[in-house]
């Protein structure tokens, strides 16, 4: 599709074939009934600060300088002002001036409570903001998402995004009356612009293209995790959906239904990892999804009418020319 980004926008928040809902709108407001809470963290020189693992959902904006992020698990990334760092499942993960372990990094309590007297303006600003849940779960199509996903804005949606963090930064250094009200709503509109944004930047080539962020996911966890014993109420579970919604919705936005897509994209990877690797047949056919070389080669010559040895024979001879 040809759609320029506010297009694929504006298709986003109508995502409601099928079933009806707009996932994304569902998944937001599932986190309302959750504590809105932002916080306003200056600072000068080396710093650095780590933020626990909680029950909601939130984002970190940095409004001023450099850093790097921290995660748990994986290697430090380079962020700039403007730059939005997502936490759908309220996972753990630091803020630095240099790169480093998360364990060495002091809590931000600790930060946020200090009176650094310094001058403005800071080197250094962050903006956070999350909804608490103190009782209830993170909404599936949220948990689905990856831990930390870290938006970039572009040129149109730079100042978008922007405005909303000023406002929400303003709410949260000069608390005015309203501010109860004015909170959750910044917070829903950051929320939903930044994971747009994600979603668009996030389409990978082999993927169909789809404005349903629903099936984005769903397509995101079949690329990612084909060795998965994925059944069809399993993947629509991973997105808040029922059995029967996500199948007609899945149909209707990639052109076949749920297993059929996924026993075509696992057979064209083994194929990949035939020509390309000399894994043995056992160990392609468990990255790919099949319990063993016997179902993975019956399913193999069903779809190309050629036994699995056979085909990396074939394309190995072709190689070299033969």
Not at 68 to 92: C, F, H, M, N, Q
Not at 261 to 266: H, S, V
Not at 294 to 307: D, L, V
Request: glycine letters at 10%; aromatic letters at 6%; proline letters at 7%.
């Amino acid at each position: 599709m040809n759609q320029n980004s506010s297009t694929r926008a504006a298709a986003i928040t109508r995502a409601s074939t099928g079933s009806g809902t707009d996932i994304l709108s569902e998944a937001i407001g599932s986190v309302r009934i959750g504590r809105a809470e932002a916080c306003r963290v200056r600072e000068w020189g080396s710093w650095g600060m780590r933020f626990p693992a909680f029950a909601g959902s939130g984002f970190h904006v940095l409004l001023r300088g450099s850093g790097w992020l921290i995660p748990e698990i994986g290697r430090p990334r380079a962020l700039k002002a403007g730059d939005v760092v997502l936490t759908p499942s309220g996972a753990e993960l630091g803020f630095s001036h240099t790169p480093g372990l998360l364990k060495d990094l002091p809590p931000v309590a600790a930060v946020v409570s200090r009176d650094p007297q310094a001058p403005d303006p800071a080197d250094v600003e962050l903006l956070g903001g999350a909804y608490w849940l103190d009782h209830g779960q993170v909404h599936p199509y949220l948990k689905a998402l990856p831990e930390l996903l870290v938006v970039s804005p572009g040129h149109d949606r730079a100042l978008q995004l922007r405005l909303l963090a000023d406002l929400l930064a303003m709410d949260v250094s000069d608390a005015q009356p309203g501010s109860g009200a004015t909170r959750p709503a910044l917070l829903d509109l950051l929320l939903t612009h930044a994971l747009r944004q994600w979603l668009e930047q996030n389409r990978d080539a082999d993927r169909p293209e789809t404005d349903d962020p629903a099936i984005t996911v769903a397509l995101r966890e079949i690329h990612t995790s084909l060795h998965k014993p994925w059944t069809v109420e399993q993947l629509g579970k991973s997105v808040g959906m029922s059995r029967t919604a996500f199948t007609k919705r899945f149909t209707a936005m990639v052109g076949k239904p749920p297993m059929t897509y996924l026993t075509g994209r696992r057979l064209s990877h083994g194929a990949r990892l035939l020509r390309e690797t000399k894994a043995p047949l056992a160990t392609i056919a468990r990255q790919v999804g099949y319990s063993t070389e016997f179902a993975f080669g019956a399913a193999f010559r069903r779809e190309y009418g050629i036994s699995p040895g056979r085909f990396r024979d074939l394309e190995s001879r072709r190689a070299c020319g033969a």
